[in-house]
C-alpha cells in the first residue's frame, strides 16, 4: 500500500498538518518512507513540533472519556444534553482537536472478524453467498487462494469458474486480494459492470447510484456501458475508479492508506464535512447519527474512528465541542449546534 499524498503537501497549518500525521501513524500498514517523512516535517518547523506535542496532549486527554460521566450517560442512554465547560476546547483550537478524535473503549464493538472461512448464506441458486450483517467484517478463502473480505451489509456471489475466477458482488463493498493466474483473469461483476484483474489488491464498494474501485496494488481493466457509450479503462496502483449515475466515469489518485482503513474496522478522514463523517458512521450501525444543522454538517472533521462505537463517538465530538446532542432514542441521534 502506498501514501500518495504527503501530509505537508496539503496542509499548511502545523495543527492541522500535526493532526493529519497523527490519524496517519495510527494505521497498522504504516510504511518506512511515511515515517520518514513525518520526520522531516517535524523537524522542518519548529512549529511543528510545537502542534505535534499539543496533538499528543489533546489524544492523552480523550483517554479521559471512558471515566467521563457524559459517556457514562451515553451508554446508559441517558444522554444529558448539558457538559461541563471545563471538557469544551475555544474554537481556535477545534480543528486540531477534532484531527486526533478517536473513539475509545466501553462502546459496542460494531464489527469482527467472523474467520478465515465465512458460512454461504442459505440461496435457491446453485452458487455459494457469502454475506455480512450490519456492522460485520467478514474474511474468506477461495479455493484458488485469493481472499475476500468483506465489510459492513455486504454480499459477494461465487459464481462457477472455468476460464475465469468470476464472482459477482451483490451489495455493500468487498477487498479482493487476489492470486496470481495468467491463465484464468479474476474477474468482479458489479451490476452491469466488470472488474478484471489477474493478481492485485484492490477494493469495490456498491452505493446507490454509484460503483466506486480503489485499487491499491497491480492493475485492473473495468469495462462496461458509460454516459459516453461502451468503454474499457485500465486503472493503476493507487488510484479510484469512479462511475455514477448520469455522470461519466471518473479516476483520481487517493490515499490508499487511508481508503483501506476499514479493514482494520477504522474510518480514516481528513477534512471531510461532519456530514460525511456521520454517513459513514452509518454504514456500521443500526442506531443512526442525523446532523440537523447544516452549520454543523458543514465542519471539517480529520481523525480516526471506530467502526459501530456511535455512542463513544457522539461523546467525543461533543467533548470537543463539535456538536451538542438535540434528541437522542433508541433508534437515532440527532446533532445540533453546540450550546454555548
Same mark, same amino acid.
Given at each position: 500500500?502506498?501514501?500518495?499524498?504527503?501530509?505537508?503537501?496539503?496542509?499548511?497549518?502545523?495543527?492541522?498538518?500535526?493532526?493529519?500525521?497523527?490519524?496517519?501513524?495510527?494505521?497498522?500498514?504504516?510504511?518506512?518512507?511515511?515515517?520518514?517523512?513525518?520526520?522531516?516535517?517535524?523537524?522542518?518547523?519548529?512549529?511543528?513540533?510545537? /502542534?505535534? /506535542?499539543?496533538?499528543?496532549?489533546?489524544?492523552?486527554?480523550?483517554?479521559?472519556?471512558?471515566?467521563?460521566?457524559?459517556?457514562?450517560?451515553?451508554?446508559?442512554?441517558?444522554?444529558?444534553?448539558?457538559?461541563?465547560?471545563?471538557?469544551?476546547?475555544?474554537?481556535?483550537?477545534?480543528?486540531?482537536?477534532?484531527?486526533? %478524535?478517536?473513539?475509545?473503549?466501553?462502546?459496542?464493538?460494531?464489527?469482527?472478524?467472523?474467520?478465515?472461512?465465512?458460512?454461504?448464506?442459505?440461496?435457491?441458486?446453485?452458487?455459494?453467498?457469502?454475506?455480512?450483517?450490519?456492522?460485520?467484517?467478514?474474511?474468506?478463502?477461495?479455493?484458488?487462494?485469493?481472499?475476500?473480505?468483506?465489510?459492513?451489509?455486504?454480499?459477494?456471489?461465487?459464481?462457477?469458474?472455468?476460464?475465469?475466477?468470476?464472482?459477482?458482488?451483490?451489495?455493500?463493498?468487498?477487498?479482493?486480494?487476489?492470486?496470481?493466474?495468467?491463465?484464468?483473469?479474476?474477474?468482479?461483476?458489479?451490476?452491469?459492470?466488470?472488474?478484471?484483474?489477474?493478481?492485485?489488491?484492490?477494493?469495490?464498494?456498491?452505493?446507490? !447510484?454509484?460503483?466506486?474501485?480503489?485499487?491499491?496494488?497491480?492493475?485492473?481493466?473495468?469495462?462496461?456501458?458509460?454516459?459516453?457509450?461502451?468503454?474499457?479503462?485500465?486503472?493503476?496502483?493507487?488510484?479510484?475508479? %469512479?462511475?455514477?449515475? /448520469?455522470?461519466?466515469?471518473? @479516476?483520481?489518485?487517493?490515499?490508499? $492508506?487511508?481508503?483501506?482503513?476499514?479493514?482494520?474496522?477504522?474510518?480514516?478522514?481528513?477534512?471531510?464535512?461532519?456530514?460525511?463523517?456521520?454517513?459513514?458512521?452509518?454504514?456500521?450501525?443500526?442506531?443512526?447519527?442525523?446532523?440537523?444543522?447544516?452549520? $454543523?454538517?458543514?465542519?471539517?472533521?480529520?481523525?480516526?474512528?471506530?467502526? !459501530?462505537?456511535?455512542? /463513544?463517538?457522539?461523546?467525543? @465530538?461533543?467533548?470537543?465541542?463539535?456538536?451538542? @446532542?438535540?434528541?437522542?432514542?433508541?433508534?437515532?441521534?440527532?446533532?445540533?449546534?453546540?450550546?454555548?
Amino acid at each position: 500500500m502506498t501514501s500518495t499524498t504527503p501530509v505537508n503537501d496539503r496542509h499548511d497549518d502545523p495543527d492541522v498538518a500535526a493532526a493529519t500525521w497523527f490519524a496517519r501513524l495510527q494505521g497498522d500498514a504504516v510504511l518506512a518512507e511515511d515515517r520518514r517523512a513525518f520526520e522531516r516535517w517535524l523537524a522542518a518547523d519548529p512549529r511543528n513540533t510545537v /502542534a505535534w /506535542a499539543r496533538c499528543q496532549d489533546v489524544w492523552n486527554g480523550l483517554g479521559l472519556l471512558e471515566a467521563d460521566p457524559a459517556l457514562a450517560a451515553l451508554r446508559a442512554d441517558a444522554l444529558e444534553a448539558g457538559e461541563p465547560s471545563s471538557r469544551r476546547l475555544n474554537r481556535r483550537g477545534l480543528l486540531a482537536a477534532a484531527g486526533v %478524535v478517536a473513539m475509545v473503549g466501553g462502546a459496542a464493538v460494531g464489527w469482527r472478524v467472523l474467520g478465515k472461512k465465512a458460512a454461504p448464506a442459505a440461496d435457491s441458486s446453485a452458487d455459494p453467498i457469502f454475506t455480512t450483517a450490519l456492522g460485520e467484517l467478514s474474511t474468506f478463502h477461495l479455493a484458488d487462494g485469493s481472499m475476500v473480505t468483506l465489510g459492513t451489509d455486504s454480499a459477494v456471489r461465487v459464481n462457477p469458474w472455468d476460464r475465469e475466477r468470476r464472482l459477482t458482488l451483490v451489495r455493500g463493498q468487498a477487498f479482493f486480494k487476489v492470486a496470481k493466474d495468467a491463465a484464468r483473469p479474476f474477474v468482479v461483476a458489479v451490476g452491469d459492470k466488470l472488474v478484471t484483474a489477474v493478481g492485485t489488491a484492490f477494493d469495490v464498494r456498491l452505493d446507490p !447510484g454509484k460503483l466506486s474501485v480503489t485499487l491499491l496494488e497491480g492493475r485492473v481493466r473495468i469495462a462496461g456501458p458509460s454516459p459516453r457509450g461502451d468503454r474499457m479503462v485500465e486503472m493503476s496502483a493507487g488510484s479510484r475508479f %469512479v462511475a455514477a449515475d /448520469a455522470a461519466d466515469w471518473t @479516476i483520481a489518485a487517493v490515499d490508499t $492508506v487511508k481508503e483501506s482503513s476499514w479493514l482494520q474496522g477504522r474510518l480514516v478522514f481528513d477534512g471531510e464535512p461532519l456530514s460525511a463523517v456521520v454517513d459513514e458512521m452509518n454504514r456500521f450501525s443500526a442506531r443512526k447519527l442525523r446532523v440537523a444543522d447544516p452549520v $454543523v454538517a458543514a465542519t471539517p472533521v480529520s481523525g480516526v474512528f471506530k467502526t !459501530g462505537q456511535v455512542d /463513544a463517538f457522539v461523546a467525543a @465530538i461533543r467533548s470537543y465541542g463539535l456538536a451538542d @446532542i438535540g434528541r437522542a432514542d433508541g433508534d437515532e441521534i440527532v446533532l445540533v449546534r453546540p450550546r454555548a
